[in-house]
């Protein structure tokens, strides 16, 4: 796992290795950004994401799809940033491009109320 560069340890970089043991065996939602570096859109988002994984104290992983672009193929991840929540390894939600923290909250907060309520 690698740290994402500029977010102090709040969000952790996976690999397609980790993927499965991380994301989709996590008994709790978990938020993870398809990201590249070079992207200006992803660089603008780096921020936003480490707002709100402060906020929630709730993990949030990222993939480089330039590092591990089967992930991203496997998901269907067409545009960067995108961020998919998965919630019982299955994807609960998604954002497209740059978002607010406030929207990235709400989608986590359903996913998290979802899986508190057992909701499928």
């Not at 290795?17 to 996590?26: D, G, I, K, R, Y």
């Not at 994401?49 to 998901?75: D, H, I, M, Q």
């Not at 406030?102 to 996913?111: D, N, Q, S, T």
Request: overall charge negative; hydrophobic content about 45%; glycine content about 6%.
């Amino acid at each position: 796992m690698v740290t994402y560069p500029l977010t102090m340890k709040t969000i952790t970089e996976i690999s397609e290795a980790e993927f499965e043991a991380t994301v989709l065996n996590a008994a709790f939602p978990v938020a993870v950004s398809f990201y590249a570096p070079w992207s200006r859109h992803c660089q603008v988002m780096e921020p936003v994401l480490a707002e709100a994984a402060k906020a929630t104290g709730s993990p949030f992983f990222c993939v480089n799809v330039s590092r591990y672009p089967g992930l991203s193929g496997w998901y269907g991840v067409e545009s960067i940033p995108t961020v998919l929540f998965f919630r019982k390894g299955e994807i609960a939600d998604k954002i497209v491009g740059v978002a607010s923290k406030e929207e990235i909250l709400g989608k986590l907060k359903v996913a998290e109320l979802e899986t508190a309520n057992n909701l499928d």
